[in-house]
């Protein structure tokens, strides 16, 4: 069954585009003409992805993802940012709200295309420890139920050992970020990333990043 991918943008044009591209690489598409109807469909379909413009009437993409990430069963879900806002303000708060790619428009369909293909094979492989590790019951198939179920725990056992700086840092960290990438999205410098890092692997005792995400999967905190 193919993946589904969510196109949020108000530009039929680009919906067009975006989509058509995107099945004809194998994938499922949803489109939604703004944030409120992009909303109703995450909820009802539980799409795999999402690709979501910035500025769009009813809600607007920056309000859609914050939504979209209260919700437990989509914190972990990836979501691309496709928008001519470029500045840089304008990216942190994406990145802060939480999405995983910025790409500025005009775009590439390609380029596109490379991103949500890392994305989705990046959640396939953090699902695939999760099952591995921690066997659900068959009736639990679908992602988002795989992602609420593994994520409430996760966060449980992390509330009682990180403080929130720290979980931010170690969820960047399994997405292979380095310190100045970590720094950029949570508006810190390296050197206040590096300190963090030093107080999870005294806390972790462990000794590498790779340790420490080995940790954290065995602890089910990414």
């Not at 975006?18 to 489109?31: A, C, H, K, P």
């Not at 990145?95 to 949500?116: I, M, R, S, T």
């Not at 999760?130 to 019951?137: G, N, Q, V």
């Not at 609420?148 to 979980?167: C, G, M, P, S, Y």
């Amino acid at each position: 069954m193919p993946l589904t991918i969510l196109v949020a943008d108000d530009d039929l044009g680009t919906r067009l585009a975006i989509g058509d591209y995107l099945e004809v690489t194998g994938y499922s598409v949803l489109r939604a003409e703004n944030g409120q109807d992009a909303l109703t469909m995450v909820e009802k379909f539980q799409p795999h992805l999402i690709v979501t413009d910035v500025t769009m009437p009813r809600m607007d993409g920056y309000e859609f993802v914050r939504q979209v990430r209260q919700q437990p069963a989509f914190r972990l879900l990836p979501v691309v940012f496709l928008t001519a806002r470029t500045e840089t303000h304008e990216r942190i708060r994406g990145y802060q709200l939480g999405c995983d790619v910025y790409l500025p428009k005009p775009f590439e369909l390609q380029e596109l295309g490379a991103v949500v293909r890392h994305l989705l094979e990046r959640m396939q492989m953090i699902e695939m420890e999760w099952r591995s590790r921690s066997p659900l019951p068959s009736a639990i198939t679908n992602s988002a139920a795989l992602q609420t179920t593994n994520l409430a725990a996760a966060l449980n056992e992390i509330a009682v050992k990180l403080t929130k700086r720290e979980q931010e840092v170690v969820l960047l960290l399994s997405n292979g970020l380095s310190n100045a990438q970590i720094g950029d999205r949570l508006h810190l410098s390296p050197r206040t990333v590096e300190k963090y890092v030093s107080s999870l692997l005294d806390k972790t005792d462990t000794s590498n990043r790779a340790e420490l995400m080995r940790f954290a999967i065995d602890h089910h905190w990414v």
